[in-house]
């Protein structure tokens, strides 16, 4: 399962979250980008379920992650 996870951090917490998301199992790339949202990530995961995991028990529990917005590719 192929998805890109956008993700909102607060100020000062951009570099930060890029390295630690970075380091995850499933995150090819990892981007901070000017403007919102400040990182992107492109992820590939073998199933629905690790995805959820990535996103809700990893990504979005750092601290200074605001919001994230998951994309899933169908193609």
Known sequence: MRAYILVNVRP????????AVSQME??????ACWG????FVYVETPSEKRL??????QIQKLEGVE??????AVE
């Open 12 to 19: 000062g917490k951009v570099r930060e979250i890029v390295a």
């Open 67 to 72: 919001r994230t917005e998951t994309h899933i």
């Open 26 to 31: 499933g995150v090819r790339h990892a981007d």
């Open 36 to 39: 919102l949202p400040d990182v």
């Open 52 to 57: 959820n995991e990535l996103v809700i028990d």
